[in-house]
């Protein structure tokens, strides 16, 4: 989704709740695509991708919130 919108040419917001241990409230950042980005992958194994949770997190990038952390639905069966 990240990706999707930077290859785009989209900018957009990041939010999260932040942990108690770093002071609890609210982070956000501004993601552009002329800003680099590195992603860190563990393991060989791709992961199996939530298409529910993606849609959902589509929606809220291109709200006037910006992209904000969701929890992920079930699985459908």
């Known amino acids: 989704m990240i990706g999707t919108k930077l290859r785009r040419g989209e900018?957009?917001?990041?939010s999260?709740?932040?942990?108690s241990f770093v002071g609890?409230?609210?982070?956000t950042?501004?993601?552009?695509?002329g800003i680099s980005l590195a992603f860190k992958y563990f393991g060989?194994?791709?992961p199996?991708?939530?298409?529910?949770?993606?849609?959902?997190?589509?929606?809220s990038a291109n709200s006037a919130h910006g992209l904000q952390i969701l929890a992920e639905p079930p699985p459908r069966a």
């Open 44 to 46: 060989s194994k791709s």
């Open 16 to 19: 999260w709740r932040d942990d």
């Open 11 to 14: 900018a957009f917001y990041f």
């Open 48 to 59: 199996v991708v939530n298409r529910d949770w993606i849609e959902i997190l589509l929606l």
């Open 29 to 33: 950042v501004w993601v552009h695509p």
């Open 24 to 27: 609890a409230g609210r982070s």
